[in-house]
């Protein structure tokens, strides 16, 4: 029986790599660390029968595959509100309520990533490709992730999906053709460079801390777009986003404080909310598409659950020390 030890030697590098791979699967954070929990779980129990017929991070990545193959037989897909209806140019219309029956697609920590596949642009996780994944069946999903994401070659696929080269070929056609429909799902992204893009944020933070919607003008794209999962009214144009925060959401000063961070390959700020006394209370996570030395949206999450992922605490002192 192998040991303890020789298991996690042998299985440990590449746990970043199948929570990535996981959580493109379920678009959720929380569902992708339970799945690879699961993965290393059932491992385990198995390690002692791996007979090395293929390496250990292809049975790995079956192991994880199947898990959560299984997983979405349950699960309905996880959107953004732009996945779901047609935006307003318009900041006065009625909002609608936070819907907490949708499961919405969650951001992921950078942090929790490995680290070169991110900034090499390898892992795979920007948002408009997480979104755009949910549009597809699980099974489509998994041959698309693991042929043009990840660079498994077609008969490891098969070996994975316990399928043929044939049918691997055949669902991959179809994902592609799904992908394609569904529309683009990257911007041609010209992101600024380090000292713009500093610059570009550092006004992001002074707009919200000073509560000031005129000083975002600059900073945002004509065409930005703002979407705040749970609630699915999104907005674009520059008039209809600065207008719905100046009139909802940057209505005092001091009311916000942000902590920058990255999540799925992208600048992004966890956010927590004044509550009286001193204290802030978390509230949730902003990530930044930037294009063309621009914001291009504003994916605010409106969960405080998701600010201890992002490793800071549910409330905070107003003069605690942030990331």
Excluded: K
């Excluded at 298991?7 to 970043?16: C, I």
Aim: charged residues 25%.
């Amino acid at each position: 029986m192998p040991s303890e030890a020789e298991f996690d030697a042998a299985t440990a590098p590449f746990r970043p790599e199948l929570l990535a791979h996981c959580y493109r699967m379920l678009g959720s954070i929380h569902d992708a660390e339970d799945l690879v929990q699961e993965t290393y779980l059932r491992a385990w129990r198995a390690f002692d029968r791996f007979e090395g017929r293929s390496s250990v991070r292809r049975w790995l990545y079956t192991i994880a595959t199947m898990a959560c193959l299984t997983a979405l037989r349950t699960r309905g897909r996880r959107p953004l509100p732009s996945g779901l209806a047609a935006p307003s140019d318009d900041h006065r219309v009625a909002v609608a309520a936070g819907d907490p029956a949708v499961p919405w697609l969650q951001p992921v920590p950078d942090a929790l990533l490995d680290p070169a596949a991110v900034v090499a642009g390898r892992a795979g996780v920007r948002l408009a490709l997480i979104a755009a994944l949910q549009h597809l069946p699980a099974r489509q999903r998994a041959v698309l992730t693991l042929r043009d994401v990840l660079a498994f070659r077609t008969v490891e696929v098969a070996d994975i999906l316990g399928s043929t080269p044939a049918a691997v070929d055949s669902t991959l056609r179809r994902a592609r053709a799904h992908l394609a429909a569904a529309g683009p799902v990257e911007d041609e992204l010209t992101e600024p460079d380090e000292h713009a893009e500093r610059v570009l944020l550092d006004g992001y933070v002074d707009a919200f801390t000073r509560a000031d919607a005129g000083a975002l003008v600059g900073l945002l794209r004509a065409d930005v777009e703002l979407e705040m999962p749970p609630i699915p009214t999104w907005f674009t144009g520059r008039p209809a986003v600065t207008g719905f925060l100046a009139a909802r959401v940057l209505r005092r000063a001091g009311r916000w404080r942000l902590a920058p961070t990255r999540a799925n390959g992208q600048p992004a700020f966890v956010v927590h909310e004044r509550a009286g006394s001193g204290r802030y209370e978390a509230h949730g996570v902003h990530v930044l598409t930037l294009t063309g030395g621009r914001i291009a949206r504003i994916t605010a999450f409106n969960d405080p659950d998701l600010v201890p992922t992002f490793g800071l605490a549910p409330a905070i002192d107003a003069t605690q020390r942030l990331l």
